[in-house]
């Protein structure tokens, strides 16, 4: 069950996902700092922003600034996220090589998310993913609340299977599942990753998007393992959550998911120490304690355990 070898990605999404629900606005130079420390801990797929209004997302409204600003380096990937032609047309415009473009399975998320159904959603976006992938853009194909919705709780998995094999027979990459709402278990997460294998390309990659509502992800993190994922979203802090999703917390930290798959022999990249700074940053910024675990907790070998104390 647990003969796992291998490279795994981790996209970290504290810059898109982290931020985006939060009132506190970052300024490009504090972005720009962030970013700098995910790479130097060895990040190699990192989501900036998305092109959303920035009325209804103001975080998100220096995007476009953002990615004009960056310095590419070799190795890495930067990606956005984009919900309509009008967020393409942006992210053409600063040169974005990688985007998530998604729609939702629930009819009631979709329409608080996008003001359209599921239905009309996966007409307005399949010409647009068909649009990036014809710019030579590439695409991770997105379902938002596959694992459960907020509103309506469980979701039909045949709405889910025939997004999914919609996205694949477009052309896409990569399909991306999203636990939106963090609802899901891991026995679901097992079941599903494994049906949508099968009905989607070969060639097509899987990831999943884990939220830590119930403090169940990492948990689904290891059951989307064991069907075979490979890419993880994540985001530095465990910090996160939809604006438009009532009681949605935040993300599975990067810490503790590199940290979790070291420790099963998987390869990510990434060193979870170097993220402490940042994280602690962070939360000066945000003035609370960000949920991730490792960036409060002191390993063997670190520094701060080879100074005299006693313990029972």
Request: glycine content about 10%; some cysteine.
């Amino acid at each position: 069950m647990y003969d796992l070898t291998g490279e795994v990605i981790v996209e970290d999404e504290f810059l898109r996902d982290g931020l985006q629900n939060e009132k506190r606005l970052f300024s490009v130079e504090e972005k720009l700092a962030f970013l700098s420390a995910l790479e130097e801990a060895g990040c190699r797929r990192i989501q900036i922003g998305s092109f959303v209004h920035p009325e209804w997302v103001p975080t998100m409204a220096n995007t476009d600034e953002l990615f004009a600003r960056i310095t590419r380096k070799p190795g890495v990937i930067y990606t956005a996220l984009i919900l309509n032609k009008a967020g393409l047309d942006r992210a053409l415009a600063v040169d974005v090589r990688h985007l998530s473009i998604s729609v939702s399975a629930s009819e009631t998320h979709s329409r608080k998310n996008t003001n359209r159904g599921v239905d009309e959603g996966r007409a307005r976006i399949a010409p647009v993913i068909e649009k990036a992938l014809s710019e030579g853009v590439a695409v991770r194909a997105g379902i938002q609340s596959a694992l459960g919705c907020g509103f309506e709780g469980a979701i039909n998995p045949s709405v889910v299977l025939d997004i999914a094999r919609q996205w694949s027979d477009i052309g896409a990459q990569e399909i991306n599942l999203a636990d939106t709402a963090g609802l899901a278990n891991p026995r679901q997460v097992f079941d599903l990753c494994r049906r949508v294998r099968d009905v989607i390309d070969p060639a097509c990659a899987l990831s999943l998007h884990l939220h830590d509502t119930r403090g169940m992800g990492i948990a689904n993190m290891v059951a989307g393992l064991q069907a075979g994922v490979r890419i993880f979203d994540a985001a530095l802090g465990g910090l996160g959550g939809c604006p438009f999703v009532p009681k949605a917390t935040g993300n599975i930290a990067t810490e503790d998911v590199a940290f979790a798959l070291g420790e099963m022999g998987l390869e990510t990249g990434i060193d979870w120490r170097a993220l402490k700074p940042a994280i602690a940053r962070a939360e000066d910024i945000l003035g609370r304690r960000l949920p991730g675990r490792m960036g409060h907790i002191n390993q063997p070998g670190d520094p701060a355990n080879e100074e005299k104390g006693a313990c029972a």
